[in-house]
């Protein structure tokens, strides 16, 4: 069984109705892991600076590139215990935001993660 802290819409941990710390387990587990995965930027975690997406460089420094970011976003969610594979992806830029959207199979099921940056 894959456990974490739950995250809101603002990406805070919160305290559930039992007045205890939120959790999720299995597929909103693993789906929640990945979403903060995706959402690490490269060099930011000072215990792990090999860790993160490259999206300053990637996306927002000179020409975007799209297919390389593509690549890492697959990379970084197939890292993530309990994926074992991800069976498409879609994004792109519009007004300076980037969203994009991956479907992704688990051990526990098929998920679509949604995002933006």
Known sequence: ????????SNNDIFIANNGR?????????VMTIAEQAVKAQ???MIYATDKGM???????????NLQMYEGYLR???????????????SMG???GTLSYS????????????NGEL
Do not use: H
Not at 57 to 64: A, N
Not at 75 to 89: E, W
Not at 102 to 113: C, D, F, V
């Open 93 to 95: 830029i519009q007004d």
């Open 75 to 89: 990379s970084t969610l197939m890292s993530v215990k309990g994926v074992s594979k991800v069976l498409s992806v």
């Open 102 to 113: 991956a479907q992704i199979e688990t051990i526990y099921g098929s998920e679509i993660l």
């Open 54 to 64: 490259p999206t300053l460089s990637l996306i927002w420094t000179g020409t975007p």
């Open 21 to 29: 710390l939120a959790i999720s387990n299995d597929l909103a587990a």
């Open 1 to 8: 069984m894959t456990t974490t802290l739950s995250v809101n």
């Open 42 to 44: 490269a060099g930011e």
